[in-house]
């Protein structure tokens, strides 16, 4: 069994310009010890994905359909205290922006320890000692003294692994991580990426990473899921993905600069569509160089192509045969 | 030929104050950047990376006198910028301003909300009166086609379109007075993935077409070598690197710039990374260390890095390295 299986999971956010329809269908699964990898660019639905699996959709936005199985058991029909005790407890998140994600007035130690006194009802020191250990587990430096200084104190990267500390010190089962390293420079990124690749391994965590970036992908994951308008494009496993790509990723994988080659950039014309009124059929046919009358017109069915690939394109079989 | 732009020993110090009750003491600097020299040439693209607090955009700046520099020197087509605008005739200073533009990182920052495109893109002719007022409109929806937008977009205001069209709106009012040197700043860091290339295709398709010289401000690798012919890298304030593009990326010498190369995921699942791990962080500018300002973090840091400041070496031609040990790599 896996450990997450999303099932036509539908989060609409209701908005006075209309409906907005971020996550439109979204089917998905996450096998227990496994790095995820969630594709797509601004508005895809991949931030909402992750914030319907922990029922915490802000306002307007509500989930009106489909099925969420945590370990085989539907997170949409737990009452609002049980969530309470997946949240952080099962299933944990990482923000993109550590610096909102820390409470300013409180130190890391007492702001860290609130959450293991909540959950484990342990006493203040013992809780003090946990986030000293977890604080260890993410390298940062003097974790004894950390726990008395407040998050300015802290530069991005260190914030962030106190972020991701925070989010390991209930020994969550599934952990999010929503852009964990946008917001840092590239010599911290790969601080950060070295981090979470020895925690995966050390603990046999599942971890869904949430990014815009396939270079990151290629790095961490074992399967990908691409996204585009709230839709899944695509499900496989990453050499699947990276050989046989469904249209829209290979255009935006021919679409990024290389650090290993120059070439010409072959941009994908339009813009991310509207989700009040998304294109009808498949959602990438007006900026796809494939479509053809039927992709306006029908939705393609999220199709297993073998080697358990997932493809919602109606003409992917015909192309890979041309190629 | 004479460089386009040449920036000698500049230097931008930004004081620390003490926090006082009656008076303020500068009790620090920040070196923002400290005594860099390079040049541009005319039709070509000069990539400028590093990371946040490099200084690299503090740099634009400087370049456009829109910040003050603290000393050295910049010549544009032979013509002293910091003179012309502390001291020359308004005339001299807005000719100048005409040769010189900058794209700015985040376009939905950088247009006012109030105007519309077509006051935007015409309140650069207003200033410096260089179309008469009639060929406003054709000249407008010239720039407009230039840079891929329609003649009706003319009417609408920012908030109507998305981040890469705001970006080429921003991009038509620097082409307004038909500059010949523009500086874009992180022009496409805040647009979705599959816009990017868009705008990076466009910046390089306006040069072959009108010949101007960019410099590409950046942190991300990958599209500075897609877009530039010469790289600097830039440290805590310093130029540690500069080469051609092609040199750079297949020979990089210095140790930071190995380790930022190394530092980037490929986009292929059969490459892994051999990243290079650089310990700590990048140091407070305001005490920068001594000697070689990278040492605390180079992994063939000894003694005479601590003590000594390397000057610049040169490895091959056009290629040059700020590094005691750069025959290492070699």
């Known amino acids: 069994m896996n450990l997450l299986e999303i099932e036509n999971l539908k989060t609409y956010f209701f908005t006075e310009a209309g409906v907005v329809k971020a996550v439109d269908d979204v089917t998905l699964s996450v096998e227990r010890g496994c790095t995820v990898g969630l594709v797509g660019e601004s508005g895809s639905g991949k931030s909402v994905t992750a914030q319907s699996v922990l029922r915490i959709v802000p306002r307007p936005g509500k989930i009106i359909g489909g099925k969420i199985l945590f370990n085989g058991e539907d997170l949409l029909l737990k009452k609002e205290e049980e969530m309470r005790k997946y949240r952080g407890k099962k299933i944990s998140l990482i923000f993109q922006d550590p610096t909102s994600s ?18 484990e009802k342990l006493k203040k020191d013992e809780a003090l000692d946990r986030v000293v250990k977890a604080l260890r587990i993410v390298k940062l430096p003097d974790p004894e003294h950390a726990i008395y200084q407040y998050p300015h104190q802290f530069s991005g990267g260190m914030k962030q692994r106190i972020c991701i500390a925070r989010a390991l010190l209930l020994n969550p089962e599934l952990l999010f991580a929503d852009e964990p390293t946008t917001n840092l420079d590239v010599t911290i990124q790969a601080q950060i990426i070295a981090l979470l690749k020895d925690l995966q391994r050390e603990f046999g965590m599942t971890l869904v990473m949430i990014t815009h970036d396939m270079g990151i992908v290629a790095e961490m994951c074992k399967y990908v899921v691409v996204l585009y308008a709230g839709n899944v494009m695509e499900s496989g496993s990453i050499e699947e993905i990276f050989e046989r790509p469904h249209p829209y990723t290979e255009a935006l994988l021919k679409a990024v600069p290389r650090l290993d080659e120059t070439r010409k950039l072959i941009s994908i014309p339009g813009n991310i569509p509207n989700l009040i009124d998304p294109p009808s059929g498949c959602r990438f046919h007006p900026r796809c160089q494939y479509a053809i009358d039927v992709c306006k017109e029908r939705k393609p069915p999220l199709e297993d192509v073998g080697n358990s690939h997932f493809i919602s394109c109606h003409r992917w079989r015909e192309l890979q045969g041309g190629r | ?141 010239k720039l407009l086609e230039m840079v891929g937008l329609e003649p009706y977009h003319a009417e609408r205001y920012p908030h109507e379109f998305s981040g890469g069209q705001r970006q080429r709106i921003c991009i038509a009012r620097a082409l307004a007075v038909e500059p010949r040197f523009i500086i874009a700043d992180e022009p496409v860091s805040s647009l979705d993935v599959s816009i990017r290339a868009q705008i990076l295709n466009l910046i390089m398709e306006l040069q072959e077409k009108l010949g101007m010289s960019y410099l590409y401000i950046s942190h991300d690798l990958s599209s500075v070598r897609q877009i530039s012919q010469r790289v600097i890298v830039m440290y805590l304030g310093e130029i540690v690197e500069q080469a051609p593009t092609a040199k750079l990326f297949d020979n990089p010498v210095h140790p930071y710039t190995r380790a930022l190369m190394s530092a980037v995921p490929i986009p292929d699942p059969k490459r892994k990374m051999n990243v290079i791990i650089l310990p700590g962080e990048v140091p407070s500018p305001i005490n920068p260390p001594p000697g070689c300002r990278f040492h605390p973090r180079c992994q063939y840091a000894d003694q005479k890095c601590k003590e000594e400041k390397p000057s610049f070496s040169q490895v091959d031609v056009d290629h040059f390295v700020s590094c005691h040990y750069w025959h290492k790599f070699v």
Request: proline share 6%; net charge positive; charged share 25%.
């Open chain 1, 102 to 119: 820390l409470n300013p007035l409180f130190t890391i130690g007492s702001q860290l320890a609130d959450i293991v006194i909540e959950h």
């Open chain 2, 1 to 141: 030929m004479p460089p386009l732009l040449e920036v000698r020993d500049l230097v931008k110090y930004f004081p620390v104050y003490s926090r006082g009750i009656f008076r303020k003491k500068i009790v620090g600097n920040v070196h923002a950047v400290d005594r860099i020299s390079f040049t541009v040439n005319e039709r070509e693209t000069v990539g400028l990376v590093g990371e946040s607090g490099c200084g690299k955009t503090t740099t634009g700046k400087l370049i456009l006198y829109l910040e003050k520099p603290s000393s050295g020197q910049i010549l544009f087509d032979g013509k002293d910028v910091v003179q012309t605008f502390s001291k020359g005739s308004k005339e001299e200073q807005l000719k100048l301003r005409r040769s010189m533009q900058m794209v700015f990182q985040n376009p939905y920052a950088s247009l006012d909300p109030r105007m519309t495109v077509y006051d935007i893109i015409s309140e650069p002719f207003k200033i410096h009166r260089h179309v008469p007022s009639n060929e406003w409109k054709d000249r407008v929806y």
